[in-house]
């Protein structure tokens, strides 16, 4: 069914709002500038991200207290903390924004340098002040959530930040990226209700290389201002064909590799669940993205990574139990 004018405007607005590719131009309230820069559609995997830590830290309860410093750490994670991270990187990404996507808050001139210079610090500090707050909430005598608070602001800041600017490699930038989505925010909510251990910490890194994947889904939309601009994203390297194969066989190898380990640790039913959820991913990847990645990156990211997701709260559950 085709949109009428109207419709399509109100599409279009909305994903403006959320910070999604084909967003309208000329929005004028700052408030919603500044939460277009935030990027909220980025927030779902990181509060998600949260979820699984906690199920995994087996030390989660279903009490208010609980249910409330896991909210608070949501909060962190998703609105504070991706939204800086998204912020930043829209602020040293506006020379390529002005090619890939004109309508952005910055290259468009609707939002001023000082300004978003100003929400990046505000968003940084409320972040680091609300990490502190949640390591005194919980008792903890080393402040690891502030650690992990700070450490992420790094890893955002290289990524996006000359000298170093990791998203110029593909293969450093993309894994950063999916580490910082699935890793880091898993490791908070652990902390928050447990302790971190070594194979926590590995395994996570581990799956964050199908994170890895997903961030490359990312890339085929800024192919043009990627290549103009020498930013050596995956799809410039090896060209759209070959980018897209190596993307979904990472997305899928590595989730079958931690079924393998749930396997080891004897949890049979949960690397099943794992496995099964695979396979829609692979369906649709097939439907869309193979095809045309370029075309159908959107629609393949909404019909997948549901279940991607879904997995990883099974892994998360897994470990809690194990």
């Known amino acids: 069914m085709t949109q009428n004018p109207e419709q399509s405007q109100d599409t279009s607005k909305t994903r403006q709002l959320l910070g999604m590719k084909g967003a309208a131009s000329g929005e004028t309230n700052i408030w919603k500038i500044r939460l277009q820069l935030m990027k909220p559609i980025t927030w779902i995997p990181l509060i998600w991200g949260v979820v699984c830590g906690a199920a995994s830290s087996g030390g989660y309860t279903w009490g208010v207290n609980d249910f409330l410093m896991a909210l608070t750490c949501m909060l962190l994670s998703g609105p504070l903390m ?20 004109p309508y952005r808050p910055i290259p468009s001139g609707a939002i001023s340098v000082p300004q ?19 390591d005194v909430w919980a ?36 894994y950063a990226l999916g580490s910082s989505y699935i890793a880091l925010p898993w490791w908070a909510g652990h902390a928050l209700f447990g302790q971190l251990n070594g ?19 990312n890339d ?24 897209a194969w190596i993307c979904v066989v990472m997305i899928d190898t590595f989730q079958a590799g931690v ?27 097939d439907m869309y993205f193979l095809r045309d990645p370029l075309k159908n990156d959107v629609k393949y990211q909404a019909s997948a990574q549901p279940f991607l997701v879904l997995g990883m709260l099974v892994v998360g559950l897994a470990l809690g139990h194990a």
């Open 199 to 217: 194979t926590l910490i590995i395994l996570t890194l581990f799956y964050s290389l199908a994170g890895l994947g997903i961030a490359v889904v």
């Open 220 to 243: 085929f939309k800024s192919v043009e201002g990627d290549r103009e601009l020498g930013l050596q994203s995956l799809p410039v390297m090896f060209g759209i064909t070959t980018a």
């Open 116 to 134: 978003v210079v100003t929400q990046i610090l505000v968003l940084l500090l409320a972040g680091l002040g609300l990490s502190y707050f949640l």
């Open 139 to 174: 008792g903890h005598d080393f402040p690891i959530m502030l650690c992990l608070t700070a450490f992420g602001a790094f890893i955002a800041y290289i990524y996006s930040a000359p000298p170093l600017k990791l998203k110029k490699n593909g293969w450093l930038g993309n």
């Open 82 to 101: 991706a939204g800086y991270t998204q912020t930043l990187n829209d602020f040293y990404d506006r020379e390529i924004d002005a090619i890939n996507e």
């Open 259 to 285: 079924a393998g380990y749930l396997v080891s640790i004897h949890q049979n039913l949960y690397a099943t669940l794992v496995i099964l959820l695979v396979i829609p991913q692979i369906v649709f990847q």
